[in-house]
């Protein structure tokens, strides 16, 4: 889906596909450089982080495992609860393994804070976070994010495995979700 698919709910477009896989191929360069000894293991967050998963693995020179973890944050509302929970868990042992998370969006970070401080706590040699966009609030927390797409407004977006309600993630761009779809 396109953004001139759902015009109507949407009051800008932030990051065209293209902008996006252009973005996503210099954060590779960047990742390739530092694991030089063996490629981390991918730790994507679902639901979210589909689309940067699959469009940042195959980007990449080398073969990283995958896996994925589920949280609770935001359900079906536009603000975080600060309660994380693991809806499902990796099916990886991180015991002495290199970890980069995989985010679709980072706001609050109380969510990426939590899962690093988690994964670190299973012994995992070190745990790096990749995100395709950061909000100005994460800017407040001390969390340190080793590779980030863009940083944005804080405005609620939609697209590339962002939802509202479970919507919109099947759209190519990322875009600024109009008021008044959740104004009401
Ligand atoms: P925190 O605040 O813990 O939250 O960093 C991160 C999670 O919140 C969701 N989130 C959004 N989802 N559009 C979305 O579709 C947004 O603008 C947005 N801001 C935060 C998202 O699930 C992320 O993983
Ligand atoms: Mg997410």
């Known amino acids: 889906m396109r953004a001139g698919d759902v015009q109507a709910d ?20 960047q990742i390739e450089a530092d694991y030089t ?4 293991l991918l730790v994507g967050v679902l639901k979210g982080a589909v689309m940067i998963m699959a469009d940042l693995s195959r ?9 994925w973890m589920a949280v609770s944050s935001y359900g079906a509302g536009t603000k975080s609860s600060g309660v994380v929970k693991i809806l499902k868990d990796l099916d990886t042992d991180v015991m002495g393994r290199d970890v980069l998370i995989v985010e ?6 109380l969510t990426l804070s939590w899962l690093k401080e988690n994964l670190l706590t299973r012994g ?20 340190s994010v080793e590779y980030i797409g863009y940083d944005i407004p804080s405005e609620f977006v ?7 309600a ?3 993630r099947n759209l190519r761009d990322i875009a600024v979700l109009a008021p008044h779809v959740y104004e009401n």
């Open 10 to 29: 949407l009051s800008k477009v932030l990051y065209t596909e293209q902008q996006l896989r252009a973005r996503i191929a210099e954060v590779a360069r």
């Open 124 to 143: 995992a040699k070190s745990v790096k976070i990749c995100t395709m966009l950061r909000k100005p609030e994460a800017l407040k927390t001390d969390i």
């Open 158 to 164: 939609v697209g590339y495995g962002l939802d509202y």
């Open 59 to 67: 980007e990449l020179k080398f073969m990283p495992e995958m896996d």
């Open 166 to 168: 479970e919507k919109y």
């Open 37 to 40: 000894a063996e490629p981390p």
């Open 104 to 109: 679709d969006i980072i706001d609050s970070g």
